[in-house]
């Protein structure tokens, strides 16, 4: 099956710029995650996502990242402006079993951020 | 307290060795465990789940130790290509099931 699709795979933006990434989890596929991992750190969760609705954007700096997925299949995460500390990678992951991810989940390839 | 912590390492251990890595956990409902490998520059991916009896999967032994509240990862026979960073994951309970990662450990096995 075809894995998570994300792009771009690269941004190099300069700070107050826009910049929006998007995701395409695997089919059938109803939560979706975006996930923020800063360099030396874990991922961190910004939102999840069952189908089209938010289950928990709890840790979403709401102030300047909005997220959507409006059909319940791709989404995508903007930034706007960007701040120098948004420099990381942006990981799109999705599962299958609902909103337990007792699965386990099924990573992207990401999108490396750098703000200068 | 971190609600998941890990050493951050690196680990640097020869071809061969037998390396284990800890991670403990603050929240004592928790109730699924992971461990997922990341290499340099690349996505995490699944390497095990982590049951309360412990499972095996070739030269990975994982295990759960709730009364301490830590997981445990045991690679045998350390190969190169195992040189990467392991993450672990704790599915916190808090209102959702909320994955929560470590900050990794690295490790490198060297020749």
């Known amino acids: 099956e075809a894995g998570v699709a994300q792009s771009p795979r690269y941004k190099i933006i300069e700070k107050r710029q826009s910049v929006a990434f998007w995701c395409n989890p695997i089919?059938?596929?109803?939560?979706l995650y975006w996930y923020q991992q800063i360099l030396g750190q874990g991922p961190k969760l910004l939102i999840q996502?069952?189908?089209?609705?938010?289950?928990?954007d709890s840790q979403l700096p709401k102030d300047r990242f909005s997220a959507e997925r409006l059909k319940g299949v791709d989404s995508t995460l903007k930034i706007q402006p960007a701040k120098l500390e948004d420099s990381a990678v942006y990981l799109c992951?999705?599962?299958?079993?609902?909103?337990?991810?007792?699965?386990?989940?099924?990573f992207g390839s990401g999108t490396r951020l750098t703000v200068v | 307290r971190k609600e998941v912590e890990q050493d951050p390492g690196p680990f640097n251990v020869p071809e061969g060795a037998t390396v284990a890595f800890n991670c403990t956990y603050s929240?004592?409902?928790?109730?699924?465990f992971f461990w997922y490998r990341q290499d340099c520059r690349k996505e995490p991916k699944l390497l095990m789940s982590?049951?309360?009896s412990g499972n095996e999967d070739g030269r990975f032994t994982a295990q759960l130790n709730r009364a301490s509240q830590y997981i445990s990862l045991l690679i045998r026979d350390s190969k190169l290509s195992d040189s990467a960073t392991y993450l672990c994951?704790?599915?916190?309970?808090?209102?959702?099931?909320?994955?929560?990662f470590g900050t990794g450990t690295r490790l490198k096995v060297l020749a």
């Open positions: 994951v704790v599915i916190g309970t808090s209102g959702t099931y909320k994955y929560i």
């Open positions: 982590v049951y309360s």
């Open positions: 992951a999705s599962s299958s079993d609902g909103r337990t991810g007792a699965y386990g989940y099924t």
């Open positions: 089919s059938g596929h109803a939560t």
């Open positions: 929240n004592s409902a928790s109730q699924s």
């Open positions: 996502f069952q189908n089209n609705g938010v289950v928990d």
